[in-house]
């Protein structure tokens, strides 16, 4: 007898049908065929006692609604849940372990009820802790990889709107120095540089502002999404032995 059976029917009408697994792909769930289940559709799926309706699909929750707190900038946010769903790994892994958790959550269990639940019922599709484990630890290293992206076209926007604004300060300040000789003549001029001297300064000072921003919010969001999958890592050594 199952003792989770909030989690059977919740896998039950929310798994896609299930192939053997492919020797070469560690990632894919191996399924016996004394396990394999059509899925049911939650108007159709019987119990001994009851007909189940009340339940949605775990796959409507988003990406970023997995990862997602307080305080996080929602377009950091999404830049790296779209990474996560981008590169998401055929069959049930810790990506939809996590998404089953969720489901559950919202219906009220207590979160080690919530992950003894979700994998009793994975396990039936031979999922193991260790390959729970291993394709967290993969998640895990995609979001490191969207760092270094991002630092990358960071250095861009630094290069295209600071560093090309910079460069044409110094230039201006060097005309600024050579009329300075003729300073009776071209007082008029030199005021004109100078105004373009602290326009230029003024761009640069926004635009650097904006970059400090945009590295602050990706940062926390990057960091947010590493702690939360390591808590999740946590509670599967805590909850599943």
Known sequence: MNDYPCSSLFFATNLPHQTPSNPSNPFTPH????????????????????????????????????????????????????????????????????????Q????????????????????????????????AAYYRNLVEKEKEHFAQALDNQNATKVTGKQQEINRLRDQIERHKVEIARLQDEIGGYLNQVASAEETVKVESDKLVKLKSAFEQAHQAVLLSIDRDVEQMHKHLG
Request: charged share 15%.
């Open 31 to 102: 399924q016996t065929p004394q396990t394999t289940q059509t899925p049911q559709t939650p108007q159709t799926l019987q119990t001994p006692q009851t007909t189940q309706t009340q339940y949605l699909p775990f796959s409507m929750t988003t990406t970023s609604a997995l990862f997602s707190s307080e305080g996080i900038d929602p377009k950091s946010l999404d830049f790296l849940a779209q990474a996560i769903e981008k590169n998401n790994l055929p069959g049930f892994d810790y990506l939809e372990f996590k998404r089953a958790i969720h």
């Open 104 to 135: 559950l959550s919202q219906l009220k269990l207590d979160e080690a009820t919530a992950h003894k639940s979700a994998f009793a019922t994975a396990a039936t599709l031979g999922i193991t802790k260790e390959k729970l484990l291993e394709t």
